[in-house]
């Protein structure tokens, strides 16, 4: 028998998420004004903050998530950082993917900002559920990690 979720593990990813909008925010605006001023084109100059503005945001929220919200299921994890990170980065781009898809099927018939914000609601259950079950993992009850040879009789 598993153990249930925390209660409190919703609302610390939402915690590490509103974090991450900052981080994301934050970068993006030194993208466009400080670091890649030199770049001569608008679109460009302003993809490259956006891109580096979502990399930031989307390591911190990993960083956070890993080491307070999921912060129990760590240590048994015998994958390293780098491949729970890419998971993790999956799951964020099939919930952008999932949000994008559902703000256009619910703008064809509500208004855009509100059928946005469902979708955003949906795409966060999705993602956190996704991190919950597959970049984090739910630990077995009961299975201890492995930690060297066993000191039964051999």
Same mark, same amino acid.
């Given at each position: ?47 490259? *903050?956006?891109?580096? $503005? /979502?990399?930031? @945001?989307?390591?911190? =929220? &990993? !960083?956070?998530?890993?080491? #307070? %919200? ?44 509100? *059928?946005?914000?469902? $979708? /955003?609601?949906? @795409?966060?259950?999705? =993602? &956190? !559920?996704?991190?919950?079950? #597959? %970049? ?19």
């Amino acid at each position: 028998m598993t153990s249930p979720v925390p209660e409190w593990r919703w609302l610390k990813f939402c915690i590490v998420g509103a974090g991450g909008m900052l981080v994301n925010v934050g970068v993006l605006y030194l993208g466009e004004q400080w670091l890649f001023t030199r770049v001569a084109s608008g679109a460009v100059r302003l993809d490259c *903050a956006l891109a580096t $503005a /979502i990399f930031s @945001a989307t390591l911190h =929220n &990993f !960083l956070w998530n890993r080491r #307070w %919200t999921w912060r129990d299921r760590v240590t048994p994890f015998p994958q390293p950082a780098w491949a729970q990170f890419a998971r993790y980065a999956l799951a964020c781009w099939l919930a952008i993917g999932l949000q994008f898809v559902l703000t256009r099927l619910l703008a064809a018939s509500i208004q855009y900002l509100i *059928a946005n914000v469902l $979708a /955003i609601l949906a @795409a966060s259950v999705c =993602n &956190f !559920l996704a991190h919950d079950l #597959w %970049t984090f993992g739910r630990r077995r009850v009961g299975i201890a990690p492995v930690r060297g040879r066993s000191s039964g009789a051999g």
